[in-house]
């Protein structure tokens, strides 16, 4: 375990500017230490000596025999570089800083604040924060915060397996309350602040190697590190992140909490489904998700198979199915005869499943129905939705429910609808039956989905990219980009510059008597909307169109004619994630439709052919309204060729092939124009 680990297993903590005084943040960890039973030493620091609260104070942290695990430095942010010299001279690992006035606050609160970091990584210390509320575990009690939550008299205390990591400590520990209101158990709640040396996503790292630990769920306002991303979801143990900033208006105001990084949201929506992490929008979505990773059953598969006492509820549950990107079971013959023999003629036995409000009588149709679908191998997941059942009525089929999931070995889900006064011992009931209960079929749809999520098999990228190309020049042609791809293994144009008219009207006629002309002048990628694309040419026009494309002050390419197909579009660039593959409907849909699927590269074997399932507009290419099927296999070689291509290309690139004509199945996909650009800096 690293210096982290002092966030929950610390056997001594120094709390640097502990004080007596009444309402100061500095005595709160001291309260909160000794009222919760922290079984370690602890080790007030201030100037004046004495005691705090009972316990010997130190001067200074210099002045403490033996070892400091963890310190909180509890000052005004002109004393902490003091703080941190302290730290380092007395040998601790690991220091939270809970003192704002740093990064957050602007340009020279951020030369502070990478002050600090330098310093202390050169004298081997980490550092948590600045501008953070701190860490608590609940199974080792240990409280090095001073957030209000643990000032109230009721809040529970008491061991458990999930963890909250947030950047923001008042977030972080107002969803942890969320999460003990609904009956969850948090075993450890950290807040990283400005994220300065140690990041929210290292402890996520961190506590996924704690055997106990069921669950991990973050907050984070910075760019995270793909390579952090990568580890962490390589643990085995579920994901799901909450990652503010989505838009323009959200980025700049996680730039100011925090002196965050923004990012391309869709690239990282895209990392994040590659690597199984489950990505939510709000802290409900959140702590939805977190009931269902404190249980221990996962699917193995996408296929949902819903009961339900009430018509309306299955009706919505088979709805949201979909919604949620899984699908709803195709039952078997055989279950669906054995279903008609159990449920009431006025039910229904196809999936949803409604065994109606007879259940209130023969409670044996919970039972009976479960069995039957528990043993149907078409069925991954289970969602369970009753409505308005009062306290015996759920305790009878909380045991159904429960006997299910232990012989089947299949998650099954509670969609619960109603008042919690008609069966207050319901929630802890159903906990304890390691049973996920949700007010919807929706949100225990999203929470399906999410588990789902973190547990389908994925494929690791195998090796087995071909090459790599050299990066083109910053000043690279159309045609000089078009013959580097087609030697990567694209399909491009017959064609090449001219020399004049008459060049062009003989190259014309050898390409099939019409053809395309364009202007091939530095600077100009938008050539349509300039008027340096002309189409279809005969050799009779040719010497015209090369002179009008001219004297736009460059080349002239002419090149083939292709034949009618599906127009698409498929990129490459760099992101601070790293090097992300596109693909999307193209020509002049790009930005009306706006319709793309991303991948971070290296792809992993059936990642192209993934991507352009992904599409709104796949169906366009799988033969709409009666067309012929487009060759998306060549559309996929292409994808794979590209992503190989530019694999070890330098950062700050953008590669766009726009329009990509895809053919009729077998005819494979032509790169109809290629750009390429260099920014400078990644995205």
Known sequence: MSAISALWNADSIAVIG?????????????????????????????????EVLGVPAYPSLTDVQGPVDLALIMVAADRVPGAVDDCIAAGVPLAIIASSGFAETGEEGAALQDDLVARARAGGLRLIGPNCIGAVSFNNRVLATFSPLFGAESVPFEPGTLAFVSQSGALG???????????????????????????????????????ECTGLLGYLEDTPDIGTLRTLAASG?????LKSGRTEAGGRAAASHTGALATDDRVLDAALRQLGIVRVDDIDELLDVAQAFEFPLRPKGPKVAVVTTSGGSGILAADAVEDAGLELSALSPESTAALAEIVPPFGAVDNPVDITATVLSDPSLFDKSLDVLIADPAVDIIIACFCVMAGPDVEKAVTALSKAARKGGKPILVARTGADFL???????????????????????RAASALWQVSRPRTAPDGTTGPGAAAPAPDVTEPQLKSLLAAAGATVPKGRLVTGGEDAARLVAELGGRAVAKAVVPGLLHKSEAGGVLVGITEQEA???????????????????????????????TSALGTVLTVGLGGIFTEILDDVSHRLLPLAPGDAEAMIAELRGAALLNGARGTGAADTAALARLLEDVAAAVQDWPEGFELDLNPVRVLKKGAGAVVLDAAYTVTGASA
């Open 173 to 211: 520990f107002g969803a942890a309350s969320l999460a003990l209101q609904r009956g969850l158990r948090p075993g450890w709640v950290v807040s990283t602040g400005n994220d300065a040396d140690v990041t929210a996503l290292e402890v996520l790292r961190e506590l996924s190697a704690e055997p």
């Open 423 to 445: 069966a207050p011992d319901a929630p802890a009931q159903l906990r304890e039956a390691g049973l996920p209960d949700y007010p919807t079929p929706a949100r225990a749809l």
């Open 18 to 50: 502990a004080t007596e005084r009444p309402g100061a943040l500095g005595r709160k960890p001291m309260d909160f230490l000794l009222r919760h039973g922290y079984k370690g030493r602890i080790l007030p620091i201030n100037p004046r000596g004495g």
């Open 237 to 241: 143990k579920p994901v799901a992140l």
């Open 543 to 573: 010497p015209g169109a090369h002179d009008k494309l001219a004297a736009l002050g460059g080349g002239v390419l002419v090149e083939e004619l292709a034949p009618a197909g599906v127009e698409m579009i498929v990129g490459a660039r």
